[in-house]
């Protein structure tokens, strides 16, 4: 049970009209109006989502985006950035270029903001020390609990913080919460946990990865809290989530959670959604490590009612074994956060984008976890992950049992001289399955992991996964990543 703190009467906003556009500026104007919010010559810097170039609602949705910026100017702000970091190994530039970002924000009146300089790489007269320079000048390191975060000064420099979140279900803490928005303040490199002093047996009994992880939301959550918060259910997508996979599906709601309190919006947010609060381990931890999380009862709720609006969403699978694909079956053992979430993602992706790989290949078995259950079927055996791998060296699937090759000829002959079977037994060898697929780390990276699927089974294999690759390596050649690499953009 969460204790709650005696904090002050917080306002938090529940919006629901026709449109998202209506939508925001209602919930605005129920808090006040966004004078409340922006004083004359701010500058503002928006957070929103940035993840991927799949469009909203993976990313924020513009409509939203160009109200804000409006209202914004008309609240007197004389400067208005947006920005955000994508999922690793992405540069903003690229989604930008995909998704015409630069040009779009431009005309509405306010700038993308190229957090990662990624803008610079194509410019042939700086060399790789002054992009550094430009690196270096465009970053503030803040030490939170002895870990060093590097925030960009644009965001530490900004009058007004606004976090515009786009709210989805997310297999790891069920919905993408506002304070997982402002954990992208920083870039993917850095969001990456890994194990560290820890026995990897540790790490995975302890669930540290997930532990790690939310100390790590709730650090950066303290560097600049939002001014004004807006969580944007009115499309989610629910069953698979938060980016859109086979089993993604839009919900429209009509609603939109607005205050100036992240963890309040979020408060009511997760109450909207029918979700316990008990069971947030987001914001359980937060409140072990003393932030101010409020009950219900002492958040003052303006607009609509929570009870008149309260709903179910499907959430996603909690457990990989549960995602089924076709000629894929998983066989778990003991896995923690980190292994999970990976796996879900790559399983979901698999799903969503290699329908015909998969029918190619017909029988693969995914191992993950420490000590999983050994396969029935053989086939193709995936190892997911440093547990998946190491605690299984000495199963049945790692060796083959076959007759030796004297033996069959032995065999055919006497079949074809109509000769009575041969009384000797026969003589069986053992030799290493080749047809195991590791995929190591704890936990894996989805993006090497699909270099050694495309590797292990051949291009032919693979149609559709290597269509992607090379639509990938058309925006992002591998020598342009070596070189983002280079000067630390990724
Ligand atoms: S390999 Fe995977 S399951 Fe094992 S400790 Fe690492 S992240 Fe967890």
Known sequence: MLVQSKSKKLEVAISKANTPKETL????EILGGISKFIDEGDQVFIKFNLNLPGGFPTNTNFDVLEELIKSCKEGGASKISLGSFPVNGIPIKVLSDILNLKDYFKTIGAELAFLDNSNYYDNKDLSIEQLKKIKRD??????????????????????????????????????NLSLLNSYSIIPAKYRKIGKTQHSTI???????????????????????????????????????????YKDSKIKKTNLMILGEDAISVDLITLKILNFEIDDCELLQ??????????????IKVLGEKIEENSMNVKLCFSKIEDIK??????????????????????????KTYMVKDLTYNSTNSFLIGESPIEPEKMGNVILFGDCAINSTKNYKFRKLIVESRKNLIA???AKLFKESKSKKRPKIKEKPNKNILELPGCP????????????????????????????????????????????EVL
């Open 25 to 28: 500026l209602k919930g605005i």
């Open 138 to 175: 465009s970053f503030t390191n803040v030490k939170i609990n002895e870990n060093d975060y590097p925030i960009p000064n644009i965001i530490l420099n900004s009058n007004k913080f606004i976090s515009v979140n786009q709210i989805n279900v997310n297999p790891l803490f069920k919905f």
């Open 202 to 244: 540790e790490y995975n009994s302890a669930d540290q990865y997930k532990k790690d992880i939310i100390s790590n939301i709730l650090n950066i959550f303290t560097v600049k809290r939002p001014n004004l918060v807006i969580n944007d259910l009115f499309y989610l997508l629910e069953g698979a989530g938060p980016f859109i």
């Open 285 to 298: 931890q937060a409140q072990s490590k003393n932030f101010s999380v409020p009950k219900i009862s002492d």
């Open 325 to 350: 694909l076709k000629n894929i079956f998983t066989y778990p053992g003991k896995y923690c956060s980190g292994c999970f979430k990976q796996a879900y993602h790559l399983i979901n992706f698999m």
């Open 411 to 413: 065999e055919a002959k």
């Open 444 to 487: 894996p990276d989805i993006f090497k992991c699909l270099e050694l699927i495309m590797k292990y089974y051949g291009k032919k294999n693979v149609p559709n996964l290597n269509l992607l690759t090379k639509m990938n390596e058309f925006w992002v050649n591998g020598k342009l990543l070596d070189e983002l690499k280079n000067w």
